[in-house]
C-alpha cells in the first residue's frame, strides 16, 4: 500500500504533473530488439514510472526540491515489437520533434537508442554535438549485424560525430577488447577507467569531463548504461561486471551532468526488469534519473 502524505511529495506524483511548459520532458522508449543478449528491457519504462512512488522529489544530498522543475512526461514511444531498424527509425522521428526544446531524459529499452536520440535531436547534423556515457564498455562495435546495443557510438562516428567528442566514463577492466580500445584511440574518444573515477569522485570526473567536452561543442548527450554499476547493485543489468559504480556515484555522476547547461539530454538504458527479481535495478535506475532531474533543477538555483 502507498500512503499518500502531503508532506513527503513522491517522484511519481511529481512525474504525472504535466506541466503546460515544461523545463524537462520524459519519455519511454520501450525497445530491446537490438539487444547482444536477449533482454525484456523493453518493460523497464514502465517498471520505472512504477519505482517512482517508493521515491521523494527531495534531494537530500544538496536541497533540491524537484516539485520547483516543471516536468512532463510523453509516454512511451511506439516501438515495441519492432526490428531494430524500424525502432531506430520512429526514435529518430520522435526525436526530430523536440529538437530546441527543453531537457529531454528518455528511458529505455536497450542502449540502441542512443544513436537515433543524438541524431534526431540534432536533426541530422552532428557537428555541433558533444557525447558523454556512463558505461562499462565502449559500445564500438562494428555494425556488421546492424546497429545492435553495442554500435552506437561507433555508428555515430560513422553517422558524422567528429573525432574528440566522446568522454566515457567508468569503463571497467574485463568487459572490452583491445582493438575497440584502439578504434576510441583513432577516433580521440577520452576513456576515464573505475580506478579513476574511484580516485578522484565520479562527481569531479563528470563535471571536469563536461567542461572540458563543453569548449569543443554546442550541447552535449549523456548516454547513462545502468551496466556502469557493479553487478552486485544491477542483477537486471545484462551487461554489469564485478567492480562497477557504487549507485552514491551514479548519482553523483548523473546530478553533475544534469547541471551542466550544455547537456540537452540524456537516456537510461540497459535494464531488463525481468531479470531483476527485488526490483533494486530499477529502483538504480529511477534514483539515477531523478539525480539527473536535481542536476537539472539546480541550473535555475545557479541562475537564480
Known sequence: MVIADPFWPRADTWLASAAEAPDLVVAGVPTSSASLTPSEAWRAPAAFRAALARLATFDGETGVDLGRLAVADLGDWEVAGLDMHQAAAVVERRARRLAGGPVGAFVGGDNSITRPLVVGLAQGDLSGVGVLTLDAQHDVRTLDAGPTNGTPIRGLIEDGLPDGRVVQVGIHSFANSAPYRAYCAEHRIEVVTM?????????????????????????????????????????????????????????????AAGAHPKVRAADFVEVDPARDPSGSTVLNLATAFLAFASGVASREVTDA
Open 195 to 255: 580506478e579513476t573515477v574511484d580516485e578522484v569522485g565520479a562527481g569531479w570526473v563528470v563535471a571536469s569531463a563536461l567542461r572540458d567536452l563543453a569548449e569543443r561543442c554546442e550541447w552535449i548527450f549523456v548516454d547513462v548504461d545502468v551496466d556502469v554499476l557493479d553487478m552486485a547493485f544491477a542483477p537486471g543489468c545484462p551487461g554489469a561486471r564485478p567492480g562497477g559504480m557504487t549507485p552514491r556515484q551514479l548519482a553523483a555522476a548523473c546530478r
